[in-house]
């Protein structure tokens, strides 16, 4: 093979809230040499997702297998086919996949999907909102939280990748749009520059007042992607019929305990509301269809979308980290490599 | 009017708990004379229904008018008109209605829907599961739950009126039905009498341990009356795809405080379930077809249906508190007269 080591991030400590400088170890590592079906490669964009935490849990219930301790991390990836031992890809082939926090990596061709840039896209953009974030925010608008014109939307997160397409999708919808975030800056560029109706910063004391202020009408559809006392404050003013779409809890994800639920969950019976989570990893054949949409209103320059890259394999931990420090803006990315 | 005086329980301390002596008064009332569009009602039977006990709190989050301190008592009743000042209805016909605890009641005609015994069933207990039990469970079952043959049903409170038919159609459904209710008795009855494939008492101390094993294939539909930890148990053990019907959460309906939710609230993601609560009287355009489907089982002998039923109007109070003490089994109705 053209190479023969990789370097790789290795979970080597379990953290017990945040991830560390112990929780991962930059590795060298000897590449096996390809079985008939798999493919050698070179991995040049990572995806920093929230969920990736979850992963490093020892949690009973988790929606895929964990990461166990020793594995190389894991992460959605962009990579280019350097040799092949499938008829199904060429030398050269851009694809997605889940593939290892590393610079190459040896993937099953049936594990992997191919990826095309759209003509006029950025590739690490086309890879950003396409990939996981575009389809994330897609799928939970639209086919669970069901929004129609004129209905009230609260998206939490607001700011961070998913957040930030889900609520410019339902100001494409016609609803209002009230978004939440962790700073005034955040805020800020959630109205100024997104065309969000209202963003509040749930740091401050009078969250809950200012919420109910910002949605006179109640709130039809709660894409929620931080949980805890936030969903609650939002449960707490849902209308009759209401959507939740629970995306994400991301202020539960750093720790092995089961926080409380909401204690608003009665109001699943007294605003009659639907409460509905998913993976998007489960609705690949949805794919296309979403990604079509994704794409052309990104042309259109109907969606903004904001990237924050680190730049090196090396600083993979800490541009997870910034997901929960509230450091990032927009898709949090690890470049490895240019495209050859 | 024939008549000119009724007797009427009236809702005069708000409990802080349970519903106690205090909790309400029968008085004697004169009843106003009818308005254009308005009926006299004698009530016949009245059901006695845990949400009941909600309508005395003061929560702000109600799904309906709460009843106010010093107001008559509320409840879904069957009645039958003894005198008419709309032509929509005339003396002698029967209906039903969210009427008052009280032997006679002057009824706008327009909040009231006749009721019409189908041939072959006695009068209490077609009122029994025609008029909320019967269409609450079949709307949350199929409705909202919509069990496959094969799949893993768990109802709880499932020897309560509307858990007992509820469990019987997901039978009727082709699944696999385990009911949890707190007696032996009435876990012997749910399976011996009913057909249930397993019941469970909540009270055992190992009941989660107890339901793993009756649940070795997980739970596919969760037909949720109780709420608090047996929620909580039955969450952690939902399939991918599972759905949570919120049919009922009587566990916190004593407390005006808000308990805490659900601890594997976090499986609404993990394990991609739909939790959807609802209320009967939001459904009105369903019921006929409902009735109607209902009405063929019970001829069928396809469901059985227990009645509780306590002769008298001044047993008011103590028939509702049957359901918060587990005494009841079956239909609780209080009785109040014939139809004439």
Redesign the interface.
């Known amino acids: 093979m053209t190479t023969s080591n990789a370097s790789v991030w290795r979970f080597v400590d379990r953290p017990e809230t945040t991830i560390n400088e112990q929780t991962f170890r930059l590795d060298q590592q000897a590449l096996p040499a390809l079985e008939e079906g798999q493919l050698l490669v070179r991995n040049l964009l990572i995806s920093m997702d929230a969920t990736n935490r979850l992963w490093l849990s020892e ?1 009973e ?3 895929m297998e964990p990461v166990k301790l020793g594995d190389s991390m894991k992460g959605f990836g962009l990579g280019q086919v350097v040799e092949s031992s499938s008829r199904m890809f060429q030398p050269g082939d851009l694809i997605t996949s889940l593939t290892e926090w590393s610079d190459f990596s040896v993937l099953d061709a049936t594990a992997v999907q191919p990826f095309t840039c759209p003509a006029g896209l950025e590739l690490a953009k086309a890879f950003g909102v396409l990939s996981i974030a575009g389809p994330t925010a897609y799928h939970g608008l639209f086919n669970i939280g069901q929004p129609r014109p004129g209905e009230t939307v609260v998206v939490t997160a607001a700011s961070g990748a998913v957040g930030a397409l889900a609520g410019q999708m339902a100001k494409l919808a016609g609803c209002r749009v009230i978004g939440t975030a962790g700073t005034d800056d955040k805020c800020a560029w959630l109205i100024n520059e997104l065309g969000f109706d209202a963003a509040l910063n749930y740091k401050n004391h009078d969250f809950e007042a200012e919420l109910a202020r910002a949605c006179p009408d109640g709130i039809d559809v709660q894409f929620e992607n931080v ?1 805890g006392d936030i969903l609650d404050h939002c449960l ?1 003013h849902m209308n009759n019929n209401g959507r939740v779409v ?4 991301i202020s ?1 994800y750093n720790s092995n305990e ?22 998007i990893l ?1 609705h690949a054949a949805e794919m296309p269809a979403i990604c079509s949409q994704l794409t052309s209103w990104l042309l259109d320059e109907k969606l903004k979308f904001k990237l924050n890259i680190s730049e090196g394999l090396d600083q993979a931990p800490a541009a997870l980290q910034k997901i929960y420090t509230g450091m990032n803006d927009g898709k949090v990315l690890v470049k490895i490599a240019d495209p050859h």
């Open positions: 949690r219930e988790l929606y949980g707490r629970i995306c994400g809890l539960m089961n926080s409380p639920g909401p204690t608003m969950f009665h109001n699943t019976i007294m605003k009659r509301l639907k409460i509905e989570g998913f993976v489960d």
